[in-house]
């Protein structure tokens, strides 16, 4: 069973719609989340971190985290073809051990 | 401050050739990692390092080395150099481990 299972797409959406995004974790001490975004012939950037239930906003991205569904996601909103790139979902337990990523999730947002 | 730096950008090796990888940052980080990402595929954990003198296996640690010797840099071997080991690699680090991952340029390697 993968660590980190994320749809890798792509998912394509008009410019403008909001975009969701989502991952499912199996270790359930997983303590730590974070969504990062890596354009093509980049290196990943973290675009959000969330730690506890509930939702967390940053402008026009928000994070959702449900440990007990063992699952978190990631909306954009009004999508700007600028967004385009695959976003990559990281989980971590407590202490040393280090972030497990999903293989991604490959965003086109079409002008 | 120029953050994570890593050296060299591309490189073709021959199988059965060695070369090293290096990486080395400038944030006084204790933790350092070292990833290697295939096409279309996620990030994959070769080695990390929670500090100098203390090294770790990750997912995928064969036919890898590291060392940490000091605190900035956090070099990876490549002993006898194979078609599987063609990649990108990326070094990154932090300053603690639920915190923002720092990333490197990557390094591009192919093996033929």
Redesign the interface.
Known sequence: QKEVEQNSGPLSVPEGAIASLNCTYSDRVSQSFFWYRQYSGKSPELIMSIYSNGDKEDGRFTAQLNKASQYVSLLIRDSQPSDSATYLCAVKRSGNTPLVFGKGTRLSVIA | NAGVTQTPKFRILKIGQSMTLQCTQDMNHN?M?W?RQDP??????IY?S?GAGITDK?EVPNGYNVSRSTTEDFPLRLELAAPSQTSVY?CASTEA??R??F????SRLTVL
């Open positions: 933790y990692y990833y279309g595929m996620g990030l994959k954990l990390y929670v990750g990326f481990g639920e923002e991952l990333f490197g340029e990557g």
